[in-house]
Structure formats: structure tokens, C-alpha cells
């Protein structure tokens, strides 16, 4: 079935320094993507979405990419810090499939003082 | 904070079981997602309610069944219960009503069946 991925599962980086999480989703009619922060013992954290006819959207501190043509999504932290400390999602939308998000299995980021 | 608060916190139950999780949404939100999450994975739908009607269903057994009240507010029933719906549950308001709405989740319900 369609599904979203991400390549790595544990990213380590200095405090400071950028971080860049990786997804590759299948559903090439998917919509909307969001990425989600989840801290232990809490539910998962909005953080950026990007709708399927943009290719980049920034926040603060963070942007997302979209690139269709690969069918790939990054999310890029500026100047980490301890408290990015967490497991990032991507989550993707296919409207027709009754807006359910359809989840990656997550990776860890962990700030290294 | 996301203004989604889940009832109750914790919860152990025994194999065959039936457990009833509250979830209020967010102020302005008429829709309501239900997830499933194993220790480890990412959340997995369970179903969706849009002003009380059941929108959508993943890949769950009748088992697992909800409700939606006018305030919005939701429940999720699990009849039945085996090992291996220990999870978290999550709830996650959106709207208000239109589809591809961010969701914003609440804190959870940890379920451990025994």
C-alpha cells in the first residue's frame, strides 16, 4: 500500500549546528504534508506543512522542501538546539482517502550538547 | 499546547475487556481523528469523525468503534481487547471542516491490556 518513509532513523548532531530530516513518501496524489514533533510522553507537535503545489515553505527555524519529481520532503532545523530533541514524523495527506494522515515510522533527532 | 485534551491518561485493562477514551477538540474544530500508536512507530489511523458522522476508517476491526457528540467531543470503544492493542491513542482535532486541515493532536491515552 502507499506509504511514507524516512532514510534515517537516529541523527546525532552539535547544538548549533543545522539539521536535515529526510522522508520519501510513495503517493504521488498526496496533497498535503506535514511534519510532526513528538517528545516522550506527549502527542506528536505541528510543526510546518507545505500543501503539494508548493515546493518550499519556512518557518521559524525551520523549512520544508518538496520535491515532486522524486517524490521526496525534508525538514531543515536552523542553529539546533536541546530542546529539537525529539522524534520527527512526516505525515502525508491523499484528500480521497478521506483525509486520514498517513504516517512515517519517524526519526530520531538528538542534540548533542 | 493544542487546546486537544484526552481522557484518561493511563489506563491498564485485561485481555477480553472493553475500554471507552474520551477526546475533546479544540475550540472551532468539527473533526476528529482517532491513531493508534504502537511503542516505536508512527501513529496508524483508526477513523475520523466529521460533525458525527463516521469520514473515513483505516485498517481496524469492528471492534474498534466511536462517536462523535454535537459539542464535538469524541469517544473511542475498544470491545474485546487483546495484548496487542496496548498502544497510545491519539486524537487529533481539525477545521473547521475543510479537508486537508492541519490536525493538531492531544496528549494521548496510554493503554496497557494485561
Known amino acids: 500500500g502507499e506509504s511514507v518513509g524516512l532514510h534515517l532513523p537516529t541523527l546525532s548532531v552539535q547544538e548549533g549546528d543545522n539539521s536535515i530530516i529526510n522522508c520519501a513518501y510513495s503517493?504521488?496524489?498526496?496533497?498535503?504534508f506535514i511534519w510532526y514533533k513528538q517528545e516522550s510522553g506527549k502527542g506528536p507537535q505541528f510543526i510546518i506543512d507545505?500543501?503539494?503545489?508548493?515546493d518550499k515553505r519556512q518557518g521559524q527555524r525551520v523549512t520544508v522542501l518538496l520535491n515532486k519529481t522524486v517524490k521526496h520532503l525534508s525538514l531543515q532545523i536552523a542553529a539546533t538546539q536541546p530542546g529539537d530533541s525529539a522524534v520527527y514524523f512526516c505525515?502525508?495527506?491523499?484528500?480521497?482517502?478521506?483525509?486520514?494522515?498517513?504516517f512515517g515510522g519517524g526519526t530520531r533527532l538528538m542534540v548533542k550538547p | 499546547e493544542t487546546g486537544v485534551t484526552q481522557s484518561p491518561t493511563h489506563l491498564i485493562k485485561t485481555r477480553g475487556q472493553q475500554v471507552t477514551l474520551r477526546c475533546s477538540s479544540q475550540s472551532g474544530h468539527n473533526t476528529v481523528s482517532w491513531y493508534q500508536q504502537a511503542l516505536g512507530q508512527g501513529p496508524q489511523f483508526i477513523f475520523q469523525y466529521y460533525r458525527e458522522e463516521e469520514n473515513g476508517r483505516g485498517n481496524f476491526p469492528p471492534r474498534f468503534s466511536g462517536l462523535q457528540f454535537p459539542n464535538y467531543s469524541s469517544e473511542l470503544n475498544v470491545n474485546a481487547l487483546e495484548l496487542d492493542d496496548s498502544a497510545l491513542y491519539l486524537c487529533a482535532s481539525s477545521g473547521p471542516g475543510t479537508l486537508g486541515e492541519t490536525q493538531y493532536f492531544g496528549p494521548g491515552t496510554r493503554l496497557l491490556v494485561l
Open positions: 507545505i500543501r503539494s503545489n508548493m
Open positions: 503517493n504521488s496524489a498526496s496533497d498535503y
Open positions: 505525515a502525508e495527506i491523499f484528500n480521497n482517502a478521506g483525509n486520514m494522515l498517513t
